[in-house]
């Protein structure tokens, strides 16, 4: 799998695409409100320059200047500019995103990190900043820095867990840490009264669409049982460059139905904030989540509604033909995992030129 991930290329983005910006929706302190969204064009997430190649479904890494010769002050620069035209009057929350962990110093040096949570931090209207870290960042020093330099800003910390299944999380998506990593990182963040939310990815490559389902719902529970406040299902979407790309452009792959969207929600405990992801900032996403031609648009508004308004029976009324198709795939019944890998790559190999 290794040889065919590492046959991508990575591609340098255009620093003004990872410096821009969006405005989105979003739930703070429990109403309707806005955040924005700004990328930091960081040289990439560590995990793809190691030999392991990154995630399975990640476009990120092309997201990162591989060539990046912006220096220190330079991206802190850019990075308040940035912020200083940006109006947070009625946008409380700030999003910092990466192309891959916020808290590692091989993306983000202390110094920087700081620098930018400082600027960030002293911005008129900006209540709360949110970032995104693998749960091996999350470490004792980082955690007591936070707290020390920024005693009076709400943090909230995005694990990336994406399954609380070891086997799916190594083979379907090439995250190499084990739960007790994570487990770790959480016991840090409640101990120091960080609040922090978790990734969980609807239908890693390799799942079927009813064992997609079970496990997002078995890792939200378990999200939500390990103390986080909020828990992010992230349907999978096609970003290129990818090996999940390349498996969707052999039909090899499909992305999740919106219905099992609604189904992983109706499952879930009430009482917990449940965030739908799949409207995706950056990078360019190819295929997302859907159904039919004729429900794809109504069911994806009513999915965001429910993100603002957090009440299920929004989908009472929701139908479609379609549905009963999604139904039968429920039914149908798989080869053993690692088996039916075996399966799907010999198929890939057998129609890949050379």
Request: net charge neutral; with cysteine; glycine share 4%.
């Amino acid at each position: 799998m290794q040889s065919r991930c590492g046959s991508l290329q990575c591609q340098d983005l255009d620093e003004k695409q990872l410096s821009s910006f969006e405005i989105l929706p979003c739930l703070y302190q429990g109403k309707m409100s806005k955040r924005i969204v700004l990328a930091l064009p960081t040289p990439g997430c560590s995990l793809f320059r190691r030999l392991q190649g990154g995630c399975l479904h990640c476009g990120l890494f092309a997201d990162g200047i591989i060539n990046n010769s912006t220096g220190k002050k330079e991206l802190i620069s850019q990075f308040a500019e940035k912020l200083n035209r940006l109006d947070f009057s009625d946008c409380p929350v700030l999003c910092i995103y990466t192309p891959g962990s916020f808290l590692d110093n091989k993306e983000l040096d202390t110094d920087i990190r700081n620098n930018i949570l400082l600027l960030a931090a002293k911005k008129k209207g900006v209540r709360k900043i949110i970032f995104e870290s693998l749960p091996r960042y999350i470490t004792l020093k980082k955690i007591r820095d936070l707290k020390t330099l920024f005693p009076h800003l709400e943090i909230e910390i995005a694990v990336g867990l994406d399954t609380r299944n070891d086997l799916i999380r190594s083979v379907c998506i090439n995250k190499n840490f084990s739960l007790k990593t994570f487990e770790k990182a959480c016991c840090l963040l409640k101990d120091n009264e960080i609040p922090w939310s978790a990734f969980a990815l609807l239908k890693p490559p390799f799942l079927t669409e009813l064992e997609a389902i079970t496990d997002a719902i078995q890792t939200a529970q378990y999200i939500f049982e390990s103390g986080a406040e909020a828990v992010s299902i992230e349907p999978m979407a096609i970003q290129e460059h990818t090996f999940t790309w390349m498996l969707f452009q052999k039909t090899l792959y499909r992305p999740p139905w919106l219905w099992s969207i609604i189904e992983v929600i109706k499952n879930l405990p009430p009482g917990f904030e449940v965030r739908i992801g799949g409207m995706v900032v950056y990078p360019k996403t190819i295929q997302s989540a859907y159904n039919c031609s004729l429900c794809t648009r109504e069911v994806w508004q009513k999915i965001q509604e429910f993100n603002l308004v957090q009440d299920r029976n929004i989908f009472n009324n929701l139908d479609c033909d379609c549905k009963k198709k999604w139904a039968d795939e429920l039914q149908t019944a798989g080869n053993p995992l690692l088996e039916r890998i075996n399966i799907i790559l010999q198929d890939f190999d057998e129609t890949s030129p050379g």
